[in-house]
């Protein structure tokens, strides 16, 4: 139904900044909840952020509250990752995810292929 491929990605000094893109196709944009989410070096997928369909709602994990933003352009079929002052521990491939936001459901169906994010120290 809907087609994700995150890009943005790349190496970056802590203290910095990079923004990280999705880009969608197929199905109708607009129906979806969006959600970041990143994988680490042997550690397991962790929920980053997430956004409604219409964005008047957004949720963060505690460890980025503050520095990234999540935000969507529902005109333009995109939904990105605003990342200020990123760490060392926020080295990880990041991902994004949609789910059918009137389905209620905490699972994501729709998966991009990564995008790898390194911060050095």
């Given at each position: 139904?809907?087609?994700?491929?995150?890009?943005?990605?790349?190496?970056?000094?802590?203290?910095?900044?990079?923004?990280?893109?999705?880009?969608?196709?197929?199905?109708?944009?607009?129906?979806?909840?969006?959600?970041?989410?990143?994988?680490?070096?042997?550690?397991?997928?962790?929920f980053?952020?997430?956004?409604?369909?219409?964005?008047?709602?957004?949720?963060?994990?505690?460890?980025?509250?503050?520095r990234?933003?999540?935000?969507?352009d529902n005109?333009?079929?995109?939904?990105?990752?605003?990342?200020?002052?990123?760490?060392?521990?926020?080295?990880?491939?990041?991902?994004?995810?949609?789910?059918?936001?009137?389905?209620?459901?905490?699972?994501?169906?729709?998966?991009?292929?990564?995008?790898?994010?390194?911060?050095?120290?």
């Open positions: 139904q809907v087609q994700l491929v995150e890009s943005g990605g790349g190496l970056v000094q802590a203290g910095g900044s990079l923004r990280l893109s999705c880009a969608a196709s197929g199905g109708t944009f607009s129906i979806y909840a969006l959600g970041w989410f990143r994988q680490a070096p042997g550690k397991g997928r962790e980053v952020a997430a956004i409604s369909r219409t964005g008047a709602n957004t949720d963060y994990v505690d460890s980025v509250k503050g990234f933003t999540i935000s969507r005109a333009k079929n995109t939904v990105s990752l605003q990342m200020n002052n990123p760490k060392p521990e926020d080295t990880a491939v990041y991902y994004c995810a949609a789910r059918i936001e009137i389905l209620r459901s905490s699972e994501y169906p729709y998966w991009g292929p990564g995008t790898q994010v390194t911060v050095s120290s």
